[in-house]
């Protein structure tokens, strides 16, 4: 072979300073690059095969990866196709700069490293963010073909020489520069290969690792072991998702789950998808168990491309409100490198998104109709998924409003549908609205929600970080309805009915007890009325107006409300007019006794709402000791 130097054609500025220095903070993807197209060389030899037009032994398939700490060097080594020296000239020195110049206008715009590299045919120049100097060693599929070698310093110069290599396949060579020295450590190959090369094709060997192996009987008879090296092959070979369903069992499902997610509980139940037009999809979802634990489980889906790791950022693909599930999703049709902008603007990323929309709706629909029961127990889990989709999907919460649960404080639950029927002739009010209570903690509002249910009122129970939210979304989807806490007001105002009571009190009388209690409260912020209500309902109700509540609520959790969450809190403090203690207080002579007594009932009222807290709860508790 003549021996050849040349230049690579680059119409600009020297490309390889810029690769160097921009992609520098992902200068690990060198490894994933050169790997996948090892992966790509030995696919195309056994695609070749198959078509008849190489006749040649195919072999066990393999790509290696050897470090040499001395010669600083790591090589990356497949049994692919190999190429010849007029190859090497138009894959590396032509097609891989075919958009350098585009390159040149694009990178200064770019938003990160992974925007550049791959969309110009960069993946193979890669290595030189982390060597000195490349060196390809390569032998083609050929009849009669001579080995090639190809070395570059990191300049626009190359090389074309004879090569060394005797078998079929690529060596690439990285002479690793002391900035990047660390990749000449095994522990972070090793990281790197587990985090992209997992699940690739084609085994992918690192060093060696050592096994025990049987080794006859010891003289009591018992199995004697010995220790063996044995190949490093840091991929799993045939991920479950490169499969057909009718192949799987859940016992498949549940091991790769595992794998995934080590630490985690088994999942409730997952979705397999797998669909080639309009676009190329396969993967598994999962649905995790999370209660209401969001905040933790965000970028646990996994994107690959033909089998190689891109990202876990994969808001842009997968929608908002499914980011809380895990598992992964593959398709070829998304770039090996991708960018943020690519996603939002590709086409076939938005019908990805819309059909793992639809899957979900599907799935979640099949489960409630085959399942109800089983749907029931996990829907403190399910819940989240359907709530969320629900304020942020339109088109999901279509399909939603057929499984979308409402749970109630006795563990009831019902469609939207059939808990309008359950409430209607209970809770409707003078202006034939249907009025739905709900309470964020059962145990703490117990007071109240059975005061509700001495009416023949129903409470939900809405203890969900989402609740808030969801709540409005339902107000404004829900005709003629209105959702309010159990503790937003007095029952007989909570559902008006429009029946007037008669008041035990003299107009006089009820501005005495007003006073009464306006003095005995020291408490900021609450706003004293003289209601007429039944005699069995609670002689002081603390409460705080449902608008204000659930602002102040929506605030908390970051909502888009701060401004309500300066603001102080209100309460209105609620005196029954028609109960026995308010005609016991004005009947009382004693000035002293009288505020003791308006005292007492308002931090009952506090206490029921758990606001009676430090030094007020001390206090009302020596008191009572002193009633007593």
Not at 170 to 185: M, Q, R, S
Not at 463 to 480: A, T, W
Request: one cysteine or more; glycine letters at 6%.
């Amino acid at each position: 072979m003549i021996q050849e130097k040349g230049s690579i054609s680059i119409h600009t500025e020297n490309i390889f300073p810029i690769i160097k220095k921009f992609l520098y903070s992902d200068h690990e993807i060198f490894l994933r690059e050169l790997v996948s197209n090892a992966v790509d060389a030995i696919q195309k030899a056994k695609r070749l095969a198959s078509l008849g037009q190489f006749s040649g032994e195919i072999g066990a398939p393999l790509v290696e990866i050897k470090l040499n700490k001395e010669s600083k060097t790591i090589t990356i080594s497949d049994n692919g196709i190999g190429m010849t020296a007029e190859e090497i000239k138009k894959y590396i020195n032509q097609i891989a700069f075919s958009g350098a110049e585009e390159f040149m206008e694009k990178f200064k715009e770019a938003k990160d490293a992974s925007e550049i590299i791959g969309r110009f045919g960069l993946g193979f120049y890669s290595a030189f963010m982390v060597a000195d100097r490349v060196e390809i060693q390569t032998l083609s599929f050929q009849p009669g073909a001579e080995p090639a070698k190809w070395s570059c310093d990191g300049s626009t110069e190359f090389e074309i020489s004879e090569g060394s290599r005797t078998t079929r396949g690529t060596d690439v060579i990285l002479y690793v520069n002391d900035e990047n020295k660390d990749f000449l450590e095994p522990h972070r190959i090793e990281s790197i290969l587990e985090k992209y090369a997992k699940f690739l094709p084609v085994p992918v060997q690192f060093g060696t690792k050592t096994e025990s192996e049987p080794d006859g009987e010891d003289e009591e008879g018992k199995p004697k072991y010995k220790s063996v090296e044995v190949p490093n092959i840091v991929n799993t070979g045939v991920p479950i998702w490169t499969k057909a369903p009718s192949e799987l069992k859940d016992e498949d499902y549940l091991n790769f789950y595992r794998e995934l997610y080590p630490m985690s509980e088994d999942p409730l139940f997952w979705i397999h998808l797998n669909v080639d037009y309009p676009f190329h999809l396969t993967g598994v979802l999962y649905f995790p168990k999370i209660k209401n634990d969001i905040e933790l489980q965000r970028n646990k889906i996994k994107l690959y491309s033909r089998q190689v790791f891109i990202t876990d950022e994969v808001k842009d693909i997968v929608p908002e409100f499914l980011m809380l599930l895990h598992g992964v999703i593959d398709s070829p049709d998304i770039p090996l490198n991708v960018s943020r902008s690519f996603l939002q603007s590709d086409g076939n990323v938005k019908k990805i998104n819309t059909y793992i929309t639809k899957k979900v709706a599907d799935k979640l629909a099949e489960l409630f109709k085959n399942d109800r029961k089983s749907y029931e127990e996990k829907w403190n889990d399910i819940g989240v998924f359907v709530k969320y989709g629900a304020i942020s999907e339109p088109k999901f919460w279509e399909r939603a409003k057929d499984f979308v649960l409402l749970g109630n404080t006795k563990k009831e639950f019902y469609t939207l549908n059939e808990y309008k029927d359950k409430v209607t002739p209970a809770q409707k009010d003078k202006d034939d609205n249907l009025v739905y209570l709900y309470t964020p903690n059962a145990e703490r509002q117990d007071g109240y929600i059975q005061a509700a249910n001495k009416k023949g009122y129903d409470v939900l129970l809405m203890d969900s970080p989402l609740d808030n939210h969801f709540i409005s979304h339902l107000e404004r989807d829900l005709e003629k309805t209105q959702i309010k806490r159990v503790d937003a007001d007095v029952l007989e105002k909570l559902i008006d009915k429009g029946e007037t009571l008669s008041s035990n009190l003299s107009e006089e009388q009820t501005k005495e007890i007003k006073e009464v209690f306006e003095k005995a409260i020291t408490k900021p912020g609450m706003d004293v009325s003289v209601e007429t209500l039944s005699a069995e309902a609670m002689p002081v109700t603390v409460t705080m107006d449902e608008f204000m509540r659930r602002m102040k609520d929506m605030a908390a959790m970051g909502g888009g409300m701060s401004f309500y969450g300066t603001l102080p809190d209100k309460y209105k403090v609620a005196i029954n007019a028609n109960h026995p203690l308010a005609t016991k207080i004005l009947a009382e002579t004693n000035a002293d006794a009288r505020q003791a007594l308006a005292r007492q009932a308002f931090d009952l009222a506090l206490l029921a709402q758990g606001m009676l807290t430090g030094a007020d709860l001390t206090s009302f508790v020596e008191r009572s000791v002193k009633m007593i």
